[in-house]
């Protein structure tokens, strides 16, 4: 029997400094690779124009060598990749499941409210659809006079289109794609031209990326990415998410906790031994981690 190629890949945003979070990501990512003798990517998501920050990048891969972890094939980096995103962009406006939401935030707040709907604890407000029935002309007039406006995915459309697919998670077996349980999500505005669910889905597929292993926060969004995939006739990998790190407190390890920071704990004198020691003790006592 021919072996199962695999490739994975470690996906950061450097919008913070790497912590270690990333570590335990970036680990499970190598891991699976190797235990297959495939291969482990490097992706930058850097798409948030607003957090771009050259330094945070440079930190980034500073650390990642100081932790003598090492990845496959030339490294993707997403700001680098908008031409292609806008393109997908369009595929997606042609296929009739992108409109225009010319919403802003505190109106989508107060049309919640009034239907007493709460923010989803991962992947926040579920739009109402307040613009999915805008006539075309009306919405074109609207762009056409400079009307600020995001592009949302009609997951209704996409559930028709697709149905309900499944995908596979290695933990937790096999899955059923609802295109419309958290929905119709933005893919790109003005001032962010690509989401990570847009660029994540179609990365993944440019990379060749067999199994996809990130934190379990990101489950959900899977619904979101399977659902791109079957409209955009791409391959569909096998998904993994695994535990988080957690505080004393229980409170997940977040980037704001500098003091978990890679950067810093180097600096306080932990060496790359010290860290994966206490990782694989924080692993051990079910994600709790102590320095
Ligand atoms: N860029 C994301 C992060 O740093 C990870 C995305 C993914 O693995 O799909 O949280």
């Not at 962010?192 to 060749?208: I, R, T």
Request: hydrophobic residues 40%; glycine residues 8%; contains cysteine.
């Amino acid at each position: 029997m021919a072996a199962v190629s695999v490739t994975t890949r470690f996906a950061p945003s450097p919008s913070g400094p790497l912590h270690v979070g990333h570590l335990l990501a970036a680990l499970r990512a190598r891991q699976l690779a190797d235990w297959h003798g495939g291969h482990c990517l490097l992706r930058v998501e850097d798409i948030d124009v607003r957090a771009q920050n050259p330094a945070m990048s440079e930190l980034m891969y500073e650390d990642l060598s100081w932790l003598g972890l090492r990845f496959d094939g030339a490294v993707m980096v997403q700001s680098r990749r908008f031409a292609v995103y806008a393109d997908v962009l369009e595929r997606l406006r042609r296929l009739g499941v992108l409109y225009p939401c010319f919403c802003t935030r505190t109106e989508i707040k107060a049309q919640l409210a009034e239907l007493g709907r709460a923010p989803h604890a991962t992947l926040g407000y579920q739009y109402p659809g307040t613009c999915r029935s805008l006539s075309p002309e009306l919405a074109a007039e609207r762009i056409a006079a400079g009307e600020p406006h995001a592009w949302r995915l009609d997951m209704q459309r996409v559930q028709d289109m697709i149905g309900c697919p499944s995908w596979h998670d290695l933990h937790r077996g096999t899955q059923r794609c609802e295109p419309t349980a958290f929905g119709d999500v933005v893919l790109a505005r003005k001032e962010f031209p690509a989401s990570y669910h847009l660029c994540v889905v179609v990365d993944d597929a440019e990379q060749g990326v067999t199994h996809v292993t990130r934190g379990e926060d990101l489950f959900e969004a899977t619904h979101i990415h399977r659902a791109l995939q079957g409209v955009l006739g791409l391959p569909v990998p096998t998904y993994c998410h695994h535990g988080l790190l957690r505080d004393n407190a229980g409170k997940r390890l977040a980037k704001r906790d500098g003091a978990r920071s890679i950067a810093s704990l180097r600096a306080a004198g932990y060496t790359p031994a010290d860290i994966l020691q206490s990782l694989n003790r924080a692993l051990e006592e079910g994600g709790i981690w102590r320095i």
